[in-house]
């Protein structure tokens, strides 16, 4: 055996322990994650369990009586906040991404300022949203600590990741149905209203859901618009004082008692199972809209 072939194969084998190093530190590093998140999952459920009843769901919050207390005003609150924002965020930032995608003009400055704009704003912090929020929509706009002040604020927090997730799901047509649509003398609206959106609803659906599972899991920006963390009663309206989930949980865990914090934990548990949920429509969503090109 030559000189060179002994290099080429310590060569060979080198980079196969290198491989086998680098996917053994992958495989660790998810194990590290996945264990650690089962762990937190395990901790809240065991030590919310003995709360999570009827009672967590009918009765109101207390500040006394954490045996009966419950968290019916946090739950309708946030039903009501991520609904309004589900209305607001979903056909504009649909639109918005429709247009760029479909009609604007790829070489266009404007198009390319706003596309730069929608890519920074994603990775905006949450509390800034909140800054904005409170000085334009709660104090210039005078809408006050409302529902709908917290519904146009987490509007404005997950609009680029609709738009963006809308883009995405856009571009992943396949240009030949446009082009067919187009040849068999639809418009270019027509083309993009019963051609293109129809087949990008999965993404665009995934895509919609998950930005609101962000949202509705925001305590920061809602703290910052004044989010009243104990109420005894439920919204009735867009103008009507509210709290959600993520207050309340914020609420309770400041407290000392051993109670609240039991109360806490199950709040937590239902909180992610909200989120479950949705992800869970997410994915039925996508199954059953999908197509395979």
Request: proline fraction near 4%; glycine fraction near 6%; charged fraction near 15%.
């Amino acid at each position: 055996m030559s000189h060179t072939q002994i290099e080429n194969q310590l060569a060979g084998r080198g980079t196969l322990l290198r491989d086998r190093v680098f996917m053994w530190s992958l495989f660790v590093s998810l194990a590290i994650g996945v264990l650690t998140l089962a762990v937190l999952l395990i901790y809240v459920t065991v030590k919310g369990w003995p709360r999570l009843d009827i009672r967590l769901f009918t009765n109101m919050p207390s500040v006394r009586d954490a045996e009966n207390a419950g968290a019916q005003s946090a739950i309708t609150g946030t039903i009501w906040v991520i609904s309004f924002t589900a209305l607001i965020a979903l056909p504009t930032g649909v639109l918005a991404a429709l247009h760029l995608e479909e009609f604007a003009r790829p070489d266009s400055r404007f198009q390319r300022f706003i596309e730069v704009n929608i890519q920074n704003l994603a990775a905006v912090p949450s509390i800034v949203y909140g800054i904005l929020g409170l000085a334009v929509f709660a104090r210039a706009l005078a809408l006050g600590q409302s529902v709908i002040t917290a519904s146009l604020t987490l509007a404005l927090l997950v609009l680029p990741v609709i738009i963006i997730s809308t883009r995405e799901a856009l571009r992943a047509v396949p240009r030949n149905i446009r082009d067919g649509s187009l040849a068999l003398g639809a418009t270019e609206w027509q083309t993009a209203y019963r051609q293109t959106l129809p087949a990008a609803i999965p993404g665009i659906a995934t895509g919609t859901i998950l930005a609101l599972s962000r949202a509705i899991g925001e305590a920061a920006p809602l703290l910052l618009l004044g989010a009243v963390s104990f109420i005894t009663f439920n919204p009735d309206g867009v103008l009507s004082g509210y709290t959600t989930l993520p207050i309340q949980i914020f609420n309770w865990t400041k407290e000392s008692r051993e109670e609240f914090q039991v109360l806490a934990a199950a709040t937590i548990v239902v909180l992610l199972l909200l989120l479950l949920a949705m992800n869970f429509v997410a994915i039925w969503i996508r199954n059953r809209t999908q197509k395979r090109w």
